[in-house]
């Protein structure tokens, strides 16, 4: 008589993970603050299963209770980080608010379709015990603790940022860092342990202040010591989101940098040190009728695919999702591209301009009746690959400069079908949810995250 050896959550493998169940639902970071609108942001469960009768809607809320926290990413208490672990479940969903300083802790395993508030770790509490705020990346590490990178300190000094600890039962146990080893600034993290490494990368406070951030910082893991910064220089300005491919054993990954719209790839030459080098670039375009003669593409999110087959990452302004064959991670190819909004699009009062100074403006399509607002940001892809979810809101002081209309009319999210084979994005036209039509009235979109995890928040060691 046989048994099943017992795990812990998440996959052994990303190749695993492939072949994980299909997603059903997805939780969605619902935002009020910045709208105008006195209410408090929400998590959303969205019925993302075709065979349901409540496909393409949101299902649940549930409202924090305070208001002004603007909800940003989030991340899980366990991850295939923990697979080894049986004594360790994947049941419960951390939620950082970037400006009220507060991490909500949300229990999913009680109920998958109407999570409950378990926590609130106050940021008075953070701030006495750590001195930081500004919660923004959070990610589970295989001791069971949650680190979680913080842009600065109580008084907004960018200088005072660092890396918040929780333990498993979601008290503050300290900073990660050693002392002394914080960044200069700080936005956004990964770590591969089989490399002993960690990288973290620039504060968004930065842009609003015209100093273009342009350096990656490299730690030793889990020692928390500053071991290299590398300089991207004029080409890489503003990298935001970063990712390593999956496979645990490889010492490759990439960074989008906005300003400039160029995919920077890191990696580790025989020498031991990381070096960089921009592998693709994303042209801005000529217009006319915008605050600067040229329109950058805006690269402000990146995920790779379980397979490390594929890249894919969101052009906010230009308004276009990209997928790269990355086989060949020296010489990454455009596979796949589909406009989803941007500036340029029919319509617009910008348009572009081309080399032989004919005007030009992107074909946008309406989705079962509902013109699509802004430009995409967030991305979440299924397990299998098959699918790309994405919705439009970067930041509410950032979407109220570039997309007024995106905060008078609330965000929406949508579906993406993917060809995993020769590559190729495909609206869904069955899928479409309108966070302008939420009772409590229009709210913005941020990060999506599903139950059985996902290739954002997984980290295999």
Same mark, same amino acid.
């Given at each position: 008589?046989?048994?099943?050896? @017992? ?18 639902? &997805? ?14 942001? *929400? ?9 349901? #009768? ?16 603007? &909800? =940003? ?17 994947? #049941? ?43 919660? =923004? ?37 300290? @900073? ?8 200069? *600034? ?7 342990? @089989? ?21 990656? =910082? ?47 790839? *890191? ?126 809101? &970067? ?36 899928? *479409? ?29």
């Amino acid at each position: 008589m046989g048994c099943c050896k @017992r795990t812990g959550p998440g996959y052994a493998t990303p190749l695993e993970a492939m072949s994980g169940p299909k997603e059903t639902l &997805l939780y969605v970071n619902c935002i009020y603050n910045g709208t105008g609108r006195k209410k408090p942001d *929400f998590l959303a469960t969205v019925d993302v299963d075709p065979n349901s #009768s409540t496909y393409s809607k949101v299902i649940h809320r549930l409202s924090m209770p305070y208001i002004g926290d603007e &909800l =940003h990413h989030s991340g899980w208490n366990a991850c295939s980080s923990c697979h080894g672990d049986p004594s360790t479940t994947r #049941s419960f969903l951390i939620l950082p608010s970037v400006v009220s300083g507060r991490v909500y802790v949300i229990d999913t395993q009680k109920n998958p379709k109407a999570p409950s508030l378990h926590k609130v770790v106050q940021s008075e509490d953070i701030v006495e015990k750590t001195g930081l705020a500004y919660p =923004h990346t959070s990610h589970c590490l295989a001791s069971g603790d949650i680190m979680i990178s913080c842009l600065g300190d109580e008084d907004g000094n960018a200088k005072g940022n660092g890396f918040l600890l929780l333990d498993s039962e979601f008290n503050v146990k300290g @900073r990660w860092e050693k002392p002394g080893h914080s960044p200069l *600034f700080s936005y956004d993290f990964w770590y591969q342990p @089989r490399h002993r490494t960690m990288t973290a990368r620039f504060n968004i406070q930065h842009v609003k202040d015209g100093l273009y951030a342009r350096h990656l =910082h490299v730690y030793s893991w889990p020692d928390g010591e500053l071991k290299q910064t590398l300089d991207l220089g004029e080409t890489g300005l503003t990298p935001l989101e970063m990712r390593f491919l999956h496979d645990p054993c490889k010492d490759t990954g990439y960074v989008g940098c906005a300003y400039t719209s160029n995919i920077v790839r *890191f990696f580790k030459p025989e020498d031991g040190s990381w070096s960089h080098e921009v592998v693709i670039s994303v042209k801005p375009l000529k217009v006319q009728n915008w605050i600067l003669p040229e329109l950058p593409g805006f690269i402000t999110e990146i995920l790779i695919s379980l397979d490390d087959r594929f890249l894919y990452f969101i052009n906010w302004l230009q308004g276009d999702i990209r997928q790269y064959n990355i086989e060949d991670p020296k010489n990454p190819v455009l596979v796949g591209q589909v406009y989803v909004g941007g500036l340029v699009r029919k319509g617009s009062p910008v348009v572009a301009v081309t080399e032989d100074g004919k005007t030009w403006q992107s074909d946008v399509p309406e989705i079962q009746g509902h013109q699509l607002r802004g430009g995409p940001n967030m991305i979440q892809l299924s397990l299998d690959g098959k699918r790309l979810y994405a919705t439009n809101s &970067l930041f509410s002081t950032w979407d109220r400069q570039f997309y007024p209309e995106l905060v008078e009319k609330g965000s929406h999210m949508l579906q993406i079908d993917v060809d995993t084979m020769k590559g190729g994005l495909k609206i869904n036209p069955n899928f *479409f949810i309108d966070f302008g039509a939420e009772p409590d009235g229009p709210c913005m979109a941020h990060e999506m995250r599903y139950p059985g995890g996902d290739c954002t928040s997984d980290i295999w060691i």
